[in-house]
């Protein structure tokens, strides 16, 4: 059974950084065509894409947010990291961490509960 | 950029048949996934590569793909199907992941 759960600080203070972790179970990163996305949704709005890693170690960032945001992945821990600097209140959001196992292009078809980040002074 | 433009809402009665669309220019030529979102859950995958639909998911769930527009169709409609959906696809000209704006569907 694949599954992958978000773990982080619910509230944190304008200008710091965000440090979010996925741990997963189910399948490896290690295996060809399997990629871990993070994904945003503020309250009452839309999904939006965040970054995703595959198991090459490829990396994709938003182009929008590439310069706040780093991924990455430990393959021992079952873990994938997202971080992210200079939070701003337009940040707050439930985070997702969702797999794909067809490379970049795939669907993402095992989905976290997602994590509620508040960001506030 | 590229864009994926859904409507904001469709509404229909339970029994007929629903038609989510998801436009973007040439969109046919790229693989168009669907997610069902209900409020509070994150989102469950319901159509992949246009018109695959996962396990689980039941036969009243369906995706075309052609042009500029895909559409999700779900026949029958139940209460059950009250959700926002989304559509998704890959960019692969900047490598980017792209969502649409989400659709409301309303069953009355």
């Known amino acids: 059974q694949v599954t992958l759960r978000e773990s982080g600080p619910a509230l944190v203070k304008p200008t710091q950084t965000l440090t979010l972790t996925c741990t997963f179970s189910g399948f490896s990163l290690t295996t060809p065509g399997m990629c871990v996305s993070w994904i945003r949704q503020p309250p009452g709005k839309a999904l939006e894409w965040l970054a995703l890693i595959d198991w090459d170690d490829d990396k994709y960032y938003n182009t929008s947010l590439t310069t706040r945001l780093t991924i990455s992945k430990d393959t021992s821990e079952n873990q994938v990291v997202l971080r992210m600097t200079n939070l701003d209140p337009l940040d707050t959001a439930t985070y997702f961490c969702?797999?794909?196992?067809?490379?970049?292009?795939?669907?993402?078809?095992?989905w976290g509960q997602g994590t509620m980040v508040t960001v506030s002074s | 950029s590229y864009v994926l433009t859904q409507p904001p809402s469709v509404s229909v009665a339970p029994g007929k048949t629903a038609r989510i669309t998801c436009e973007g220019n040439?969109?046919?030529?790229?693989?168009v996934h669907w997610y069902q979102q209900k409020p509070g859950q994150a989102p469950v995958l319901v159509i992949y590569y246009d018109s695959d639909r996962p396990s689980g998911i039941p036969e009243r769930f369906s995706g075309s793909n052609s042009g500029s527009t895909a559409t999700l169709t779900i026949s029958r409609v139940e209460a059950g199907d009250e959700a926002d959906y989304y559509c998704q696809v890959w960019e692969i000209t900047s490598d980017h992941v792209l969502f649409g704006g989400g659709t409301k569907l309303t069953v009355l």
């Open positions: 040439n969109i046919g030529s790229k693989s």
């Open positions: 969702a797999r794909g196992n067809r490379g970049r292009g795939s669907a993402f078809d095992i």
